[in-house]
């Protein structure tokens, strides 16, 4: 549903179109919104997606707009781009009024991510009482009649090892998926640490012949832009507020915007689980990984290969496993 709000911070104000889980501005919008000419920011928008920052297929959107030309008023198709365009663009202009409206695009976002949970919030507990009844093994059918004993106790176990993602699983097919509380804080490493880190895995790379000298070599300021952004401040308070989604956005944006001319999946998978390390939650309690080699593997290549568009359901998953 595409709802309609006025950007009151600005001056005359500016109506922005609030669709799904994102924002959307024309062109001559974002040039109004940054105070600058249409040209220069045509100029970003070419940087950004010639260098493969972000997929234009996932992030413009063709809308059908009445404009006034002269006396007429003419119905166009234009171009308006998403939220993670904005940003993008407001980095590279990196003014005052740039981080404004990060500061309050952010916040009406959570407001109306926070509403939207809040209509599904008695549904979810009414689908999660139903499954926990399902599972109790007094209340339980009998899993298959031709079962023996042992095997219908071996099916009973199975179900309840793997009940979470039974779960979790149900909560992305009725479309409540959600954030869970999480850990509070998160300690990202500086710019220069990264790199050092970086460096150390491009040299074992290179010993064993797995990588190139192109393998994390950076573009532009690509690493210290997904750094920045997953320290920002929304009123003074963390955007990323808790270690689960600093992982999970970490780990997504390295995969995604490809700051590196080779090596993002290796360098993104390798970040993520080096970020979990420093803040001691690499393992669980009995000493096991929290995700094991496979299974790095496995999520990463999943981020890679998933459409743009499933980002905010992506990153629920991993905060939701990271959380477990």
Not at 4 to 14: A, K, N, R, V
Not at 160 to 184: A, C, I, M, N
Not at 197 to 218: H, M, N, P, V, W
Not at 301 to 319: N, Q, Y
């Amino acid at each position: 549903m595409t709802e309609l709000i006025i950007y009151q911070e600005h001056p005359g104000d500016l109506e922005i179109c609030l669709e799904g889980e994102t924002l959307w501005l024309s062109l001559n919008q974002i040039a109004n919104l940054f105070g600058v000419n249409k040209s220069a920011i045509s100029k970003h928008l070419k940087r950004i997606y010639d260098s493969e920052e972000l997929a234009k297929e996932a992030t413009v959107s063709k809308k059908e707009t009445v404009q006034q030309e002269g006396a007429r008023n003419v119905r166009r198709t234009i171009d308006y781009y998403n939220l993670d365009v904005i940003l993008s663009v407001g980095y590279r202009i990196n003014s005052g009024q740039a981080t404004q409206f990060r500061i309050w695009a952010t916040k009406i976002l959570r407001e109306h991510l926070t509403r939207d949970w809040a209509k599904n919030r008695q549904r979810l507990a009414t689908m999660v009482h139903k499954l926990e009844t399902a599972l109790q093994p007094e209340q339980q059918t009998d899993p298959e009649p031709g079962l023996s004993q042992d095997e219908k106790k071996g099916v009973m176990r199975v179900i309840s090892r793997y009940t979470r993602t039974f779960h979790l699983l149900q909560q992305y097919d009725e479309g409540v998926l959600t954030d869970p509380k999480g850990e509070q804080g998160g300690v990202l490493p500086a710019i220069n640490e990264a790199r050092n880190s970086i460096a150390t895995l491009k040299t074992y790379l290179i010993q064993q012949k797995e990588a190139s000298d192109l393998f994390g070599r950076e573009q532009e300021e690509g690493l210290a832009a997904i750094l920045g952004n997953l320290e920002q401040t929304v009123l003074g308070e963390p955007a990323y507020p808790t270690l689960e989604a600093k992982a999970a956005h970490l780990l997504y944006f390295v995969i995604k915007n490809h700051p590196f001319s080779d090596g993002n999946k290796r360098t993104g998978a390798f970040l993520f689980v080096n970020f979990l390390q420093r803040n001691q939650r690499l393992y669980h309690s009995n000493g096991q990984p929290i995700l094991n080699d496979i299974g790095l593997a496995a999520l990463t290549l999943l981020i890679a290969e998933s459409d743009p568009k499933a980002k905010e359901t992506i990153i629920r998953l991993v905060v939701n496993m990271l959380a477990g």
